[in-house]
Nanobody, 116 residues
Framework: QVQLVESGGGLVQPGGSLRLSCAAS????????MGWYRQAPGKERELVAA???????HFADSVKGRFTISRDIAKNTVYLQMNSLKPEDTAVYFC??????????WGQGTQVTVSS
C-alpha cells in the first residue's frame, strides 16, 4: 500500500502561481510513476502531468509550457509547479502513484481556485 498526502492548494489570481506537493509513504519502492490529475465540477478526472522514476515526463496539452513536474526520490515527494494560472485550471487536484503492477493509489485531493 502507498499513502499520499497533498499540500499547497489555495486561491490565486489569474496569472499567478502555485506549487503543489505530494508526499508518499508506505511501499514507496514499488512506485514507478507519480503524477497529478484534476477534476473540475461536472467534468471527468483528467491527467495533468506525470513523471516516471527515471524522470520521463508527460503533460496534458492544456498545461504544456505553464506547469512543470518534478520528483525528489530521496524525499518520496512529487511537486507540481503551476505558473500562468487560468480560471479554467480551477479544480480539485489529486496526487497519483502507480506501482510496477499498474495499481493506482490516490491522495485525498487539494482545491485549486483561480479567480480574481
Amino acid at each position: 500500500q502507498v499513502q499520499l498526502v497533498e499540500s499547497g492548494g489555495g486561491l490565486v489570481q489569474p496569472g499567478g502561481s502555485l506549487r503543489l506537493s505530494c508526499a508518499a509513504s508506505g511501499s514507496i519502492f514499488s512506485i514507478n510513476t507519480m503524477g497529478w490529475y484534476r477534476q473540475a465540477p461536472g467534468k471527468e478526472r483528467e491527467l495533468v502531468a506525470a513523471i516516471t522514476r527515471g524522470g520521463s515526463t508527460h503533460f496534458a496539452d492544456s498545461v504544456k509550457g505553464r506547469f512543470t513536474i518534478s520528483r525528489d526520490i530521496a524525499k518520496n515527494t512529487v511537486y507540481l509547479q503551476m505558473n500562468s494560472l487560468k480560471p479554467e485550471d480551477t479544480a480539485v487536484y489529486f496526487c497519483n502513484a502507480e506501482n510496477w503492477s499498474r495499481v493506482h493509489f490516490w491522495g485525498q485531493g487539494t482545491q485549486v481556485t483561480v479567480s480574481s
